[in-house]
């Protein structure tokens, strides 16, 4: 079976730093196109940051230039690393994998919460 596992979130005060990591199983790493989502209570789930199979990146203005999403094909794992957070970074995030070859297939983990709070 195709699973996204998220880990790494919690509670931070703003200006402090989280990383998030998703592994997958269940699929040919290599040949997806993967994404960090979130979705704050209320609002619609929202692209954060984008990673190609071939490795290019793509990020939102809201975290440009304090998130960085990385991969490692070698391990079926991503992850974004989060940097001077904000109070309005709170959300659930979430992982997606979508194969390149057969765009309409795509994969979603569970989520896990970060909340940004004095």
């Known amino acids: 079976q195709v699973q996204l596992v998220e880990s790494g979130g919690g509670l931070v005060q703003p200006g402090g730093s989280l990383r998030l990591s998703c592994a997958a199983s269940?699929?040919?790493?290599?040949?997806?196109?993967l994404g960090w989502y979130r979705q704050a209570p209320g609002k619609q789930r929202e692209l954060v940051a984008a990673?190609?199979?071939?490795?290019?990146?793509h990020y939102t203005d809201p975290v440009k230039g304090r998130f960085t999403i990385s991969r490692d094909n070698a391990e079926n794992t991503m992850s974004l690393q989060m940097n001077t957070l904000k109070p309005e970074d709170t959300a659930v995030y979430y992982c997606?994998?979508?194969?390149?070859?057969?765009?309409?297939?795509?994969?979603w983990g569970q989520g896990t919460q970060v909340t940004v709070s004095s």
């Open positions: 997606n994998a979508q194969n390149t070859i057969w765009k309409r297939v795509d994969y």
């Open positions: 990673i190609t199979s071939g490795g290019i990146t």
């Open positions: 269940g699929i040919i790493f290599s040949i997806y196109d």
